[in-house]
């Protein structure tokens, strides 16, 4: 039953990686539309780079300066902290400075995705 059970979980987490893969090309799309003006390859002030930003601490990309909001946050970007300051980055960090959202929560997992796969 053990055998099973754990079978049954490895084909889970396979498909959720399978699934997260499949969603990268339409997070890099709207990456490029919607985010790249702000957040290159290197920080800018506009916005930091985002290289290897999933699971990173919050505010950590270096050559940025951070809003004090933003800083004060802490924790790491997992997916749920990444997910709910895409979806509202205001509530998430109050005086926080970036001004865009992302309201419709495929596009936020799809970018999510793609952020995963910035190494």
């Known amino acids: 039953m053990r055998v099973l059970a754990t079978m049954f979980g490895l084909a889970a987490a396979l498909a959720g990686t399978q699934q997260a893969a499949a969603q990268a090309p339409d997070g890099a799309k709207l990456f490029a539309s919607q985010c790249k003006m702000c957040h290159g390859a290197a920080s800018t002030p506009a916005g930091p780079a985002l290289k290897g930003v999933a699971g990173a601490r919050v505010a950590s990309r270096p050559g940025y300066k951070y809003s004090p909001a ?8 997992s997916d749920a902290a990444l997910d709910a300051y895409l979806a509202a980055p205001a509530t998430f960090a109050p005086g926080s400075r970036m001004m865009m959202r992302v309201a419709n929560p495929a596009q936020r997992k799809a970018l999510i995705a793609h952020l995963k796969t910035l190494k």
Not at 70 to 77: D, E, I, Q, R, Y
């Open 70 to 77: 933003l800083t004060a946050k802490g924790g790491t970007w």
